[in-house]
């Protein structure tokens, strides 16, 4: 718990209207986008500037108190679940544009500006943000640097961490410092390179330099119905085989497309597996592509093939591909939305071991996959109300991430580690792997303070060897906890 | 052997020998009597680096020397070669990522990625004898970075061996993922002081088979860089899909390279959209050697090589204000890219490239941009700052560095403030 002079502190930080203690508006922070672990936190502070967000760390840091940062809470992996006796530090204020700079393709926020936003502020100049979770109309830049989201179009423009130059950064300590430059190749460590995705565990970002990227003269998305996903998936190969790379290429099978025509008509062919293209760049290379794609579909058996006529038509393909994860709410009362990843020429094998793991656990499972990459995203389907079927559920989605990892692959594309897959990280990864990574914790919050007990399989304080279970000094000491 | 080290060269010999074999040890015959030791794989590196540690001995991985003035000199007790480590271990090309040894010349790899029609899309100086290691822990990149991006977008994955002789890896074999700290980007560019490299994951890219270069020329004074500001914002704001650009400058003449990829068919309507462009310059079309410029840049041997890093947009006004320099008896040529990284190469009078250094540090030390010396002629040797001012970060990296190698054996002192 909060003593009354730490709080006098917060208060006295960012202002009394700024700060948050009473417990029905707290319980407004306690999850993310995973609802099903929740802990409601001792404080909220919502500040405005850098400097209120290093008073609030200087606190933290001289009290031990652990502290998560918080954008628009849309994460998936529960990256922004309050510490137990902890304060959230919710972004959500600092929401400025601080500048556009067109010459140099750049653009200067803070972390509570939403993603959208930004290429809504670049259009008139004919520029975009290229990182598009499917939140992306809710989600900030904040949230997205933390977790180093994705989209559907990183298949061709890259992460978000390919597209932020230069972060401003409280470290725990409090400290205010500047990683990276607008300039490329700063001297020094790669430090936005380690410190983007790293799902706020290493400080708090409070001003993010973006690159921005010119709009491509033409974009066209096609549509191919296949008789199987196998097809579809094995389209996928040869397009990148014929040494193309679309903007994006995404399947859903289906049980997703039948959910995302429930949800928002998006007027897809019912089949098996759905095949969507997209293509973007000057109009003669587009054009010739879109033939070859077109070809490529035809071969492997494609009996219906749609290229969108207009801008809206291909908004409303998207649509039902970006709501695709709610709307598998309007086919069963509980899903969990699994995140991982493979090499692309695992996908028909992997599918077919999803299938055996689908029908011995007697659960539904919807796929949509980011093809072009390997990313997928399998929705198991469940009914808590059943008794049993939620830890059935989280089991098959468990077993499905070890597929991915047993195939060469990753437990995360896009939605990062958080508190869900803390245990997953010690299958992934060895102990030497994950002792290594954490040496760069112990560099930047040797306290381990910031978004404390994520991303690694157990808590282990600074100064830890691997080994037998002993306690830590700072434990013993009672100035830190193992949760 | 250094001094510190209470073991004698001999003893040290020996232990190396039992870890790598007496054919891959030796003494270097000069004055620093540098063990050059050529471990066969990662198992044996870690051997290395335990004894090195436990002896406190400094440590050098080497791959094929082709940038021994790039940071700060050093004098390494140990040399650790990682040319025994060359081989290309995978090539998954339908997935369109491989996984190379460190020691691997970037020029073989690239060689047995084209059997697919594939390449890492870097274009790194000296790839003939430059190898994957060096290249990553430098963090060199060409012209290709406009389109592709640098090394921390193309690499996924890593092994590494750390201080201690843990054997750690990072990222994966996978283009997506966003699983645990992204250590190989730390280690890119960490010019080996946090770790030796062992093998690297890379997404790959098709091989660009249809390409063309266009070269605009302007000749005249110091003005001319200036003039091709407009042209270039252009280019940039087109819908012209660009492999590379970058602006020569050299005696009195100014030129623009610019090359595009794509279907043959295309090729005559983006021809058209350069021309249009450069309207106001001389266009023609010329060969690939014009992307060597950047690698002939260090053919003089006498020269002071800089690289600087700016904003895309300054290249032509500090091009125009470097040309300003010259004189008789100080010559300067410029190979700037379009993604803001110049190198410059300054033949003069010692005091002149430290006046010269100076200047561009004071102009170019508040916008963020930076100035790095690469190479260093004999006479200026030890007498200039190789990395410049320190951006604030110093006390983060140098707790990075202590956490990652405490007692401080690799490449000490050769990094950003003397890390």
Not at chain 2, 351 to 357: F, G, N, R, S
Request: hydrophobic share 40%; aromatic share 6%.
């Amino acid at each position: 718990m909060l003593t009354a002079s730490q709080l006098a502190h917060l208060r006295g930080a960012v202002g009394d209207d700024a700060l948050i203690t009473a417990k029905t508006q707290l319980q407004t922070y306690e999850c993310d986008g995973l609802t099903n672990l929740r802990v409601v936190p001792d404080a909220v502070v919502l500040p405005r500037t850098a400097t209120q967000v290093q008073e609030v760390v200087r606190m933290c840091a001289r009290d031990r108190v652990p502290f998560v940062s918080r954008g628009a809470g849309t994460g998936l992996s529960g990256g922004a679940l309050p510490a137990a006796g902890g304060i959230v530090i919710s972004l959500a204020r600092m929401n400025r544009i601080l500048s556009v700079d067109i010459p140099n393709r750049q653009v200067v926020v803070e972390p509570g500006v939403i993603n959208a936003h930004v290429t809504q502020l670049v259009a008139p100049y004919g520029y975009f943000y290229a990182p598009d979770p499917s939140s992306q109309s809710v989600c900030t830049i904040g949230g997205n640097v933390a977790e180093n989201s994705g989209g559907a179009h990183c298949l061709k423009y890259g992460f978000t961490t390919t597209h932020v130059l230069a972060l401003d950064v409280v470290l725990p300590s409090g400290e205010l410092v500047q990683l990276g430059s607008p300039a490329p190749d700063a001297p020094g460590y790669d430090l936005p390179g380690v410190f983007v995705g790293s799902e706020g565990t290493l400080g708090v970002a409070t001003k993010i330099t973006l690159r921005i990227v010119k709009r491509p003269e033409v974009v066209q998305t096609l549509l191919a119905a296949f008789d199987s996903i196998q097809a579809a998936g094995q389209t996928v190969s040869d397009i990148i085989a014929a040494r193309m790379l679309p903007a994006a290429m995404e399947i859903m099978d289906a049980l997703a497309i039948e959910a995302a025509e429930a949800a928002v008509h998006a007027h897809y062919p019912t089949c098996n597996g759905l095949l969507l293209v997209e293509l973007d760049g000057p109009r003669s290379e587009v054009n010739a592509l879109m033939r070859a794609v077109q070809d490529l579909c035809r071969r492997n058996g494609a009996w219906e093939i749609r290229v969108a006529q207009s801008e809206h038509e291909r908004a409303l393909v998207w649509k039902g591909r970006k709501a695709a994860f709610a709307a598998v709410g309007r086919i069963s009362p509980n899903y969990i939305v699994q995140d991982g990843v493979i090499p692309r020429t695992a996908l028909p094998h992997l599918l077919e071991e999803i299938d055996q793991l689908s029908s011995k656990a007697g659960l539904r499972v919807a796929n949509v996959f980011h093809a072009g990459d390997g990313n997928l995203h399998p929705l198991v389907l469940y009914d808590q109300s059943v008794s049993g079927q939620e830890e059935k559920a989280l089991e098959l989605s468990y077993r499905i991430l070890r597929l991915c990892v047993d195939h060469g692959g990753s437990i995360t594309g896009e939605h990062g580690v958080g508190k869900e897959k803390q245990e997953a990280m010690g299958y992934m990864f060895a102990e030497p792997d994950l002792a290594t990574m954490q040496l760069v914790r112990c560099a930047f919050d040797p306290a381990n303070i910031a978004n404390p007990d994520k991303v690694f399989p157990r808590p282990r304080l600074c100064a830890e060897k691997p080994g037998p279970y002993t306690p830590h000094p700072l434990e013993t000491a009672g100035i830190a906890e193992i949760f | 052997m250094g001094t510190s080290a209470p073991l004698t060269v001999e003893q040290g010999v020996a232990r190396l020998a039992s870890i790598a074999g007496p054919a891959y040890v030796a003494v270097r015959d000069d004055a620093s009597q540098t063990v050059v030791v050529a471990p066969a794989d990662a198992p044996q590196i870690a051997d290395v680096l335990r004894f090195a540690n436990a002896n406190g001995l400094t440590v050098m991985p080497s791959g094929g020397g082709t940038k021994p003035g790039w940071g700060n000199a050093g004098a390494p007790d140990i040399e650790l070669k990682l040319n025994r480590l060359c081989e290309i271990r995978e090539h998954a090309w339908q997935d369109m990522t491989c996984t190379v040894e460190a020691g691997c010349t970037w020029a073989a790899m690239q060689n047995q990625l084209r059997g697919h029609g594939q390449m890492v899309a870097l274009d790194p100086l000296w790839p003939g004898r430059a190898t994957v290691g060096g290249i990553v822990a430098t963090n060199d990149s060409g012209a290709f970075r406009l389109k592709y991006g640098s090394l921390r977008d193309l690499i996924i994955g890593m092994t590494m061996v750390l201080a201690d002789g843990t054997i750690a890896r990072s990222g994966g074999k996978v283009v997506k993922n966003v699983a645990g700290y992204d250590i190989h980007k730390l280690m890119t560019g960490s010019f080996g002081t946090l770790g030796v490299i062992t093998e690297v994951n890379f997404r790959l890219h098709p091989i660009e088979e249809h390409g063309r270069t266009w070269t605009a020329s302007a000749r005249g004074d110091s003005s001319c860089a200036e003039q091709f500001r407009e042209p270039l914002r252009a280019l940039m704001d087109s819908q012209i899909v660009l492999s590379c650009v970058q602006m020569r400058v050299s005696g009195r003449e100014c030129s623009m390279d610019v090359r595009v990829a794509g279907l043959p068919e295309c090729f005559d309507e983006y021809a058209a959209r350069i021309k249009d462009v450069f309207s106001k310059f001389d266009l023609r079309e010329s060969t690939e050697g014009a992307w060597a410029a950047r690698q002939e840049l260090f053919e003089r041997k006498d020269a002071l090589i800089l690289k600087l890093s700016v904003l895309p947009d300054e290249i032509c006004p500090l091009s125009a204000e470097l040309r300003q320099w010259r004189s008789e008896s100080t010559e300067i040529s410029i190979v700037a890219q379009a993604t803001g990284l110049m190198m410059v190469s300054m033949t003069s009078a010692p005091e002149t490239a430290v006046a010269l250094l100076n200047h561009l540090r004071e102009r170019l030390g508040p916008s963020g941009s930076s100035a790095v010396v690469l190479c260093v002629p004999d006479q200026l040797r030890g007498k200039i700052d190789v990395w410049g001012p320190d951006a604030g970060t110093l006390p983060l990296m140098r707790e990075i560095k202590r956490q990652f190698d405490p007692n401080r054996i690799l490449n000490p002192g050769r990094f950003v403030g003397n890390i």
